[in-house]
């Protein structure tokens, strides 16, 4: 009766609310003093949420169930009417599901002397809850918060991943997250379509990414060219839109005892939407100062509910970025004929050379255009809930190769007139279609003794087609030249100009199967995996690979020999086309105990067993110990592995790259036809290569948690990771440096061949500091957060194979200065961040300013770039309830990167014979391309609008 009362008052009440979006509990005691309630919620929890704005007049109950709705909150009444806060059941797939009795905050709201007299009588007293609490990843026991375990996690939410301005995940985390790097390059193949992204500056396959908690695929592609993270395959970060994240994880520590191969950095784990209702519209747009790089995104959301039991939230995306080019002039001659000048000047002696365009590059981001859809699913079924998610993107990306111009013989070809194929010269495209697809459900339920059982299956494949356009295959022209009756004219009207390259996938399946129980004293968690790694290469079109004016045997069958394949990017045989599987099966128990009431301590240890290489046992001790209320010390010792990966053993194929000449390392760089040769080739056979293993790791880890007042929050956390066996790519090795290896690349038709080894031994050792201040100000709300990064990597010791054809070489022409450079100097050795969200009103402004730390390069000289401050700068209006409009500025003040002096390519100053200069140039490459961790494209100015419904 009493609660129908109740219903029926607040239900008729009108109050006027004006309370702004902010922390949950910060909002539920605005909510409670207005409407004069008595409200039950867990400060620890509620300050983990974000409440929604509430402005106009509401019933209580309304009023509360739209403050909270899609916050991951719910408002229930009890029998006696009373109000309390819980999180909302749907929840139920990104938390461990287990009851956990804490303590609940009291809050009596204090508006009329009778009712201050009334509670005044009543001691305040903590009444208990029953609520789910998340379970964060690096431990399998639920309700643990940040700050409770024993190794260090960052909780990214969404509103913090939209307020970098970004509209790329890779962007947004390296913008939040010190510790994470996101790398630009240019003009390295498929690189620039999929950036490597890496974690406390180790390598991309170092890093393990989950998706709500379940392993993420790797892309197809593996980075062989001269780029932060050559060697390696990493995870598509760009593939999830951002609109579908509720929050990423990111846990700072190895973690390979827990969750198997790569964790040796940490885990990123991406934690999909799950609200049942509500949605919204977004659209920005933006472009560099330069007017390039014109970026719209939009993003469509809505969450539905499956009954009263169900949920389905789903997220469509579209961004179409278009290229930027930073490149400098051309200022070597494209035609024949030139004269060196006494002075280094060059004489043009072809008269087209005075009017020829200047500007033949394209160095700087890929044009991209992407398409993504999210599905993340909940049903309650019987004693558990049955759940699945889908990822989909694809995406289409063209980057730009080296300009082949008139006077390159080799790559364009001359023809019976003297002239070349293409007597302008030609820019080769690489169209590069990235589709990548996952899904995974399964069922959860629970027992009356509350022990849980999960079972679920995960798919995810990623392919990536590459067809090259804007190209000839030079060969073929020479062979026209010289077997066809066409004239020099009719060639250049009938050659092809594009060719499908060639096709990788890689697909992923896992099945999962993990049981958790808590004891009185102890919490235990275990399971199995079973998983199915599959990698294919296909083959491209016969035009994009064949050499035409060769015999099989390698001989010349025309006075000239030409280039082969398509130029700018090769396409491979049906020779070297892969498919392979791997199975792994794997084993794991987790234990966790309070040992005292301020001292938690963890364990875990995992098998696996893996088709190839063999077994690895790996285990994790963990302890977190609450000295005092305010201060804490956790700290972590563990033993990891990284699997070689399906890229690493099995890629095979022969690329055109462009290195330093070695009898001219300041000149131009050269075009070298290199062969990557697959472990298990006959090549790698031959010279006595042995079978990749798996990397060993060993990690330690020591920190601190200080919450020096109430608002202010200081960690500390010192790290420790020594990696044995690392799996690297060796140099481009060519003749002469051993007999074997030079019989063998005769045999293979290429100039230099290079294989994937374990032959290296890495020491990396760093400091993660985070301080967080959050506070009122001015009538608004200030939150302020400082971080930083000081990490170092030392390659300790290199080697080769002591039974093979590169024993008696030199380590250090197999592993050049350059490829240990790019492991120890190429990402910042320091990140320092300093953000502020102030929201006042229907006004928020963040601010961010982020310093990347010095970094170096070898490429053919050595070069240190200086360390830079960008500033972010984000200002969003809430308009009405549902709309807002935002606008910003990433690099706002125009910073680039130190101008490039090493490594360049087509410098030099052309005269007429009037002694006019035509152009004089200090090369195409103006910044670095082999490694820029902020890029080299300036400010970035964006605006946007959002509308929620």
Not at 213 to 233: E, F
Not at 569 to 579: S, W
Not at 813 to 821: G, K, M, T
Request: hydrophobic fraction near 35%; proline fraction near 3%; include cysteine.
């Amino acid at each position: 009766m009493m609660l129908s009362t109740i219903s029926h008052v607040q239900a008729e009440e009108l109050i006027r609310f004006d309370i702004n979006k902010q922390r949950a509990d910060k909002a539920l005691i605005a909510f409670a003093q207005k409407a004069n309630q008595t409200i039950i919620f867990s400060f620890d929890l509620a300050k983990q949420y974000q409440a929604n704005t509430l402005k106009g007049y509401y019933p209580v109950n309304p009023g509360l169930k739209k403050l909270l709705n899609g916050s991951g909150l719910i408002a229930v009444v009890n029998n006696s009417g009373q109000l309390s806060i819980q999180v909302d059941s749907h929840n139920k797939r990104d938390i461990t599901m287990r009851n956990k009795n804490i303590h609940a905050a009291l809050i009596p709201i204090l508006l009329g002397a009778a009712s201050q007299t009334a509670l005044a009588q009543e001691p305040a007293q903590a009444q208990e809850e029953e609520v789910e609490k998340i379970s964060i990843v690096g431990s399998r026991v639920a309700g643990r918060s940040v700050e409770d375990l024993p190794v260090p996690v960052d909780i990214l939410s969404a509103e913090a991943l939209a307020n970098t301005g970004q509209t790329e995940v890779g962007r947004m985390l390296q913008a939040i997250a010190p510790s994470f790097n996101f790398s630009s390059s240019s003009i390295s193949d498929g690189t620039d379509a999929l950036r490597p992204a890496t974690l406390r500056g180790l390598g991309p396959d170092q890093t393990l990414v989950l998706i709500n908690g379940r392993r993420r695929h790797q892309a197809s592609l593996i980075h062989i060219n001269t780029s932060v993270g050559r060697g390696t395959a990493g995870t598509d970060m760009n593939a999830i839109p951002a609109a579908s994240i509720k929050r990423i994880e990111v846990l700072r520590d190895g973690a390979a005892a827990q969750y198997g191969s790569d964790a040796i950095a940490g885990v990123i784990n991406i934690v999909l939407n799950d609200a049942d209702e509500g949605g919204k519209v977004a659209v920005s747009y933006g472009e560099y100062s330069e007017g390039d790089g014109e970026t719209t995104n939009v993003d469509i959301s809505k969450g539905f509910s499956l009954g009263d039991n169900g949920y389905l939230n789903t997220t469509l995306n579209f961004r179409d970025r278009g290229f930027t080019n930073r490149a400098g002039l051309h200022g070597s001659c494209q035609f024949s004929g030139c004269i060196e000048q006494a002075n280094g000047d060059l004489l043009l002696g072809d008269p087209r050379e005075a009017t020829a365009t200047r500007s033949t590059f394209r160095i700087g981001d890929a044009d991209a255009s992407q398409f993504g859809l999210t599905i993340n699913s909940g049903y309650e079924l019987g004693d558990g809930e049955l759940y699945g998610f889908l990822t989909y993107s694809n995406r289409d990306n063209e980057s730009a190769a080296f300009f082949r111009h008139n006077n390159n013989n080799g790559g364009n070809a001359p023809l019976q007139d003297g002239d070349a194929t293409i007597p302008a010269g030609f820019l080769p495209k690489i169209n590069t279609e990235i589709k990548d697809i996952s899904y995974n459900f399964g069922y959860q339920t629970e027992f009356s003794d509350g022990s849980s059982l999960d079972f679920s299956y995960t798919y995810g494949q990623n392919n990536i087609d590459y067809v090259t356009s804007n190209t000839i295959n030079s060969s073929f022209a020479n062979s026209l030249r010289y077997s066809s009756s066409l004239s020099a004219d009719e060639i250049r009207a009938s050659i092809p100009r594009q060719a499908s390259a060639y096709g990788l996938e890689l697909s992923l399946q896992t099945l999962n199967l993990d049981y958790t129980q808590d004891y009185e004293y102890f919490s235990l968690a275990m399971g199995a995996e079973i998983r199915t790694d599959e990698f294919k290469v296909t083959a491209g079109d016969e035009y994009s690979y064949r050499d035409y004016d060769t015999d099989e045997f390698g001989n010349s069958l025309y006075p000239d020999d030409r280039s082969a394949g398509t130029q700018g990017f090769g396409g491979t045989a049906p020779m070297q086309a892969v498919d392979e599987t791997r199975d792994v099966i794997s084993f794991y128990i987790d234990a966790e105990t309070e040992v005292t009431e301020d001292l938690i301590v963890s364990g875990a240890v995992r098998y696996d067993d893996y088709e190839g290489f063999g077994d690895s046992t790996n285990f994790k001790l963990a302890a977190n110990w609450s000295i005092t209320e305010d201060i804490a010390i956790r700290g972590a010792m563990s033993t990891g592995f990284r699997a070689p990966s399906m890229q690493q053993l099995y890629t095979d194929n022969i690329s055109t790259q462009f290195q330093t000449d070695p009898a001219n390392p300041g000149g131009d760089q050269i075009a070298v036809q290199v062969g990557t040769f697959r472990n298990d080739s006959n090549l790698a056979k031959a010279i006595g290569i042995p079978e990749l293993k798996e990397e060993e790791a060993t990690n330690f880890s020591l920190g601190t948690v200080i919450n020096i007042t109430d608002d202010i929050n200081l960690t500390i956390d010192w790290y420790s990771i020594d990696i044995d066996d690392r799996i690297v790519l060796s140099n481009s090795l060519g003749q002469g440096l051993s007999p074997a290896l030079d019989a063998a690349l005769i045999a293979s038709g290429a100039g230099a061949g290079q294989f994937f080894l374990n032959g290296a031994d890495t020491e990396t050792t760093g400091i993660d500091i985070i301080a967080t201040w959050n506070t009122e100000l001015l009538g608004g709300d200030f939150n302020l957060t400082a971080a930083a990064n000081f990490t170092e990597t030392d390659v300790v010791n290199i080697y080769t194979p002591p039974d093979s054809a590169l024993g008696g070489i030199d380590p250090s022409d197999v592993f050049s200065e350059q490829a240990v450079s790019i492991i120890e100097e190429w990402q910042p050795q320091d990140r320092i961040s300093l953000s502020g969200l102030y929201t006042i009103g229907d006004v928020s402004i963040n601010l961010a300013f982020n310093r990347y730390g010095e970094y170096t390069v070898t490429d053919g000289g050595t070069q240190t770039y200086g360390a830079e401050v960008l500033t972010d700068l984000r200002v969003n209006y809430q308009v009405t309830e549902s709309l807002s409009f935002n606008i910003g500025g990433n690099n706002l003040f125009d910073v680039y990167p130190d101008e490039n002096t090493i490594g360049n390519s087509r410098s030099g100053t052309i005269v007429d014979a009037s002694g006019d200069v035509v152009v004089s140039s200090p090369g195409v490459f103006t910044y670095s391309r082999r490694s820029a961790p902020f890029g080299f494209n300036g400010a970035f100015y964006y605006a946007g609008a959002e509308f929620k419904f």
